[in-house]
């Protein structure tokens, strides 16, 4: 199809994924489509004018072919083909880069595999255990007895306030003294929340009006 606007060298065209070819065999359709392909004209004049005469035009004028209704484009659009030219790109470069995207691809699809072994193992270790336990529950209603479940205590962090209060009482300060140190200490953190607001108000006032 392009062999009429120029010599050409060497081409490659990009196979679509494996699933999306399956789902259309089962779907009755065997012909086979690419997501992309390259062209290499042995006149880079030509590649110019190819790449700029051919953008949003039918890729076929005749309406009984089947690429009638496709398009040439420069952005990359299913079941659209693909073309364009690229200053001082070579085809070594396109080997790269399709060697770059399989390697992506590859340890995306091991990174997955192994989040879904991981997943999976939890959730068979938790179904052994819950098992385990049932069968043991069973065990002890038989004796009579009754299955004790493990309890956890969580001991929650001091807050702020205690802390200071136990800096304090380190520093052997009187209950009059400790006293002031918490109401100054109250005033220093309403001030703070006041500019705070204020601060938000103004930023806040400056977003809207932007």
């Known amino acids: ?17 494996r699933c999306v070819k399956r789902k259309k065999k089962k779907a009755g359709s065997n012909s086979s489509s690419f997501i992309e392909g390259w062209v290499e004209f042995r006149d880079k004049r030509v ?21 009638s209704s496709d398009l040439w484009s420069i952005k990359l659009l299913l079941p659209v083909s693909f073309i364009k030219y690229l200053h001082r790109f070579q085809w070594c470069h396109l080997s790269e880069r ?8 590859h340890q995306r699809m091991r990174t997955e595999i192994s989040q879904a072994k991981k997943e999976t193992n939890f959730y068979l270790a938790s179904v052994e255990k819950s098992q385990k ?10 004796k009579g007895e009754v299955l004790e479940q493990k309890t956890w205590d969580y001991k929650q962090r001091p807050t702020e306030e205690e802390l200071q209060l136990k800096r304090f009482k380190n520093k052997g300060l009187s209950k009059k003294n400790l006293q002031k140190a918490q109401e100054k200490s109250k005033t220093f953190q309403e001030k703070a929340q006041s500019n705070v607001s204020l601060l938000a108000k103004i930023f806040g006032g400056g977003r809207a009006q932007d």
């Open 1 to 17: 199809m392009l062999g009429v606007y120029g010599e050409i060298g060497r081409i490659f065209l990009q196979p679509e994924d």
């Open 47 to 67: 590649a110019k004018r190819v790449a700029a005469s051919l953008h949003n035009t039918p890729m076929a004028n005749k309406k009984r072919s089947r690429f």
């Open 98 to 105: 399709l060697t770059y995207e399989q390697t992506v691809y």
């Open 133 to 142: 336990l049932e069968n043991l529950r069973k065990k002890k209603e038989k």
